[in-house]
């Protein structure tokens, strides 16, 4: 790596952690940026997730008051997220991404719709079977994670809102740990059997992390609705590119 590459990729790791944080769509800036410095796709994609968990961390952190609550049902759902990371990761060294590229565009594109829809969910800690249920989505979307990892955060938002009456915030502060926990197995597995460039890792993660904490505070200042719409809208965008990719 040439120096100026350690001042771009914290740049980019700044505004990849605040678009994570905020959105779920880190790797719309990060996965491009390792691209662009000459690393490989599949170096790339490893290299990647690993350094994810820097933003996911800074976003923990700065989300303390939304999740002041929340550690009882975040520890259960973790479990549920850690499972399907690490079987992510495992199909990801045993298989190309690129098997499962025809079906992410529409994986995408649903739960960006999903996210716009009216806010009727029950309370998943009051109804032990809408908590299963809960469990097993958050567990398929740390496979996903795991596995491809394009717009992971998307996909878990949508499924928070739709199944829990948390608010926007809360239920972005927990979409961020239950993240941050299946991209910590999967960074796990990919540093120890994975090609990881870590010298690209330290740079980026700094940035993801400082991105990452700022995250929140963008949040709670900002109308759900209208944060509500630029994700769908971003969503969307990144839906129809990797249709491009996937279908043309």
Same mark, same amino acid.
């Given at each position: /790596?040439?120096? $100026? /590459?350690?001042v771009?990729?914290?740049?980019?790791?700044?505004?990849?952690?605040?678009v994570?944080s905020?959105?779920?769509?880190?790797?719309?800036?990060?996965?491009? /940026?390792?691209?662009?410095?000459?690393?490989?796709?599949v170096?790339?994609?490893?290299?990647?997730?690993?350094?994810?968990?820097?933003?996911?961390?800074?976003?923990?952190?700065?989300?303390?008051?939304e999740?002041?609550g929340q550690?009882?049902?975040l520890?259960?759902?973790?479990? @549920?997220?850690?499972?399907?990371?690490?079987?992510?990761s495992?199909?990801?060294?045993?298989?190309?991404?690129?098997?499962?590229?025809?079906?992410?565009?529409?994986?995408i594109?649903?739960?960006?719709?999903?996210?716009?829809?009216? +806010?009727?969910?029950?309370?998943?800690?009051?109804?032990?079977?809408?908590? $299963?249920?809960?469990?097993?989505?958050?567990?398929?979307v740390?496979?996903?994670?795991?596995?491809?990892?394009?717009?992971?955060?998307?996909?878990l938002?949508?499924?928070?809102? *739709?199944?829990?009456?948390?608010?926007?915030?809360?239920?972005?502060a927990a979409?961020?740990?239950?993240?941050?926990?299946?991209?910590?197995?999967a960074?796990? *597995?990919?540093?120890?059997?994975?090609?990881?460039?870590?010298?690209a890792?330290?740079?980026?993660?700094?940035g993801?992390?400082i991105?990452?904490?700022?995250?929140?505070?963008v949040?709670?200042?900002?109308p759900?609705a209208?944060?509500?719409?630029?994700i769908?809208?971003?969503?969307?965008?990144? @839906?129809?590119?990797?249709? $491009?990719?996937?279908? +043309?």
């Amino acid at each position: /790596m040439t120096w $100026w /590459m350690y001042v771009v990729l914290p740049l980019a790791g700044i505004g990849a952690g605040l678009v994570g944080s905020v959105a779920g769509l880190a790797s719309l800036i990060s996965y491009p /940026m390792l691209l662009a410095i000459g690393l490989p796709p599949v170096t790339a994609n490893v290299t990647n997730s690993v350094s994810l968990v820097f933003a996911s961390a800074g976003s923990v952190v700065g989300s303390r008051p939304e999740l002041d609550g929340q550690a009882a049902r975040l520890r259960w759902l973790a479990l @549920a997220a850690v499972a399907g990371g690490a079987a992510g990761s495992a199909l990801l060294l045993l298989a190309p991404a690129e098997t499962f590229e025809f079906v992410v565009p529409w994986l995408i594109a649903a739960a960006s719709l999903a996210i716009l829809l009216p +806010r009727q969910a029950p309370d998943a800690e009051r109804h032990p079977r809408q908590g $299963w249920l809960l469990a097993g989505g958050v567990a398929v979307v740390g496979v996903y994670g795991g596995y491809f990892g394009a717009a992971a955060g998307i996909v878990l938002l949508a499924l928070f809102l *739709a199944m829990t009456p948390d608010s926007f915030a809360r239920g972005s502060a927990a979409k961020n740990v239950l993240l941050g926990a299946a991209n910590l197995v999967a960074a796990c *597995a990919f540093a120890l059997f994975g090609p990881v460039h870590w010298l690209a890792v330290l740079p980026l993660g700094a940035g993801l992390f400082i991105g990452g904490r700022l995250g929140p505070a963008v949040i709670r200042r900002s109308p759900p609705a209208a944060l509500r719409g630029v994700i769908a809208v971003l969503g969307l965008g990144l @839906a129809a590119h990797l249709g $491009w990719q996937a279908y +043309r």
